[in-house]
């Protein structure tokens, strides 16, 4: 079939909309109509030629959310017309991984899915006869995507699928961090480092954990005003004086869990100096760049500070993704607020613009598959 798709063809050069070849599903695989995608920062920094393990033709886009409208030979888990969201981190429940409950990196994919191919080693996209890479397993720039069955979510079909697509990243990477990675327990001091989607996410999560204390830090007004409303009890503008604030306001112990989703080192180094002597949690979530190092003063871990990272939330996704949706389906969650801008697919240049600008939260290309 012919789609529509937003190509990076070369690094550092707007995208270009034009329409491709899209090869019906083979094995394991699902055809999927998107309706809506999110536009996130790990797609304009591999369109900027940053990371070194980017690729280019290829198809960006990884928040994606739409409707099956094919499956391939032995697909189980969904049937034509099921509602679903696109998944960078799949979930096959046979890996070593998927079977042990620490950690939510499965491993049946993975090789493939950063070289840009499909599980079996080829693309469905192409042009012309030349094969165009798939981009995080799920290339959702596009109207249609082919992906395995394993990278797809189920979700209840009353959800809007433009808020659904939020779920496929950022948000549940923050929500999960505080709800899964760190799990914090109620009536907990938390301070969350950064207040984009990651860290409004995370705001959410300690709330949702019904933490009692949710500090949150960032130079944003405008952003901090989201972590309010997203249930943040104090709001600090990132001044370089948030350390000494945090273990002022705890008597000198830092708070039980902190987070940090800036991606910035010198803040995961706040986040671990602000964390609990005894037992404070500090979890990090931003991406540094290539290269950067994290610098610990081993004193502060001798005297009880652990440090953990978290990818994608730590939640394993076919099981929990659905789970998070329903709490924003039954009013525990606004995700509304994060929705800055919609726009066609058409424009998706403008919303690595607006991103760039810090103009809002997140923009959605509106696909139109529905
Ligand atoms: N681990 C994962 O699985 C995963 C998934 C998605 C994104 N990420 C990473 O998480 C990070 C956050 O993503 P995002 O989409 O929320 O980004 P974002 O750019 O929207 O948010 C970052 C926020 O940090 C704030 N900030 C800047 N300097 C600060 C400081 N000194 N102190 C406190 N806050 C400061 C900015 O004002 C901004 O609001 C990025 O590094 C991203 O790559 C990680
Ligand atoms: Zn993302
Ligand atoms: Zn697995």
Known sequence: MRVRAAVLEQFDRPLVVQELDLAAPRAGEVLV?????????????????????????????????????????GVESLSVG?????????????????????????????EQQNKGYLPDGTTRLSRDGEPIRHFMGTSTFCECTVMPEIALDKIGREAPLDRACLFACGL????????????????????????????????AGCRLREAERIICVDPSAPRLGLARDQGATDCWPADGNAVERILEATGGFGADYTFEATGLVSVMGEAVQAA??????CTIVGVAGKG??????????????????????????????????????????????????????????????????????????MLGGE
């Open 82 to 110: 099921d509602h679903v969201v696109t998944l960078f981190s799949p979930q096959c429940r046979r890996c070593a991984h998927c079977l042990d409950p620490r950690t939510n990196l499965c491993l049946a994919i993975r």
């Open 276 to 281: 609990r002597t005894g037992w404070g949690l």
């Open 172 to 203: 549940s990477t923050g929500l999960g961090a505080a709800m899964f990675t760190a799990s914090i327990a109620p009536g907990s001091t938390c301070a969350v480092f950064g207040a984009g989607m990651v860290g409004l996410g995370a705001v």
């Open 33 to 73: 109509r998107l309706v809506a995608c999110g536009v996130c920062h790990t797609d304009m920094y591999t369109a900027s030629g940053a990371d070194p393990s980017g690729y280019a033709p290829t198809v960006l886009g990884h928040e994606g959310a739409g409707v099956v409208e094919a499956i391939g030979e």
């Open 292 to 365: 950067e190092t994290l610098q610990i003063v081993p004193r502060l871990l001798i005297t009880g500070r652990r440090v953990c990272g978290s990818s994608f939330g730590g939640l394993k996704g076919r099981d929990r993704v659905p789970e998070l949706i329903e709490l924003y389906m039954h009013g525990s969650l606004d995700v509304d607020p994060f929705i800055s801008h919609r726009m066609p697919l058409q424009d998706v240049n403008r919303a690595f613009e607006l991103m760039a600008a810090q103009d809002g939260i997140r923009s959605v290309l």
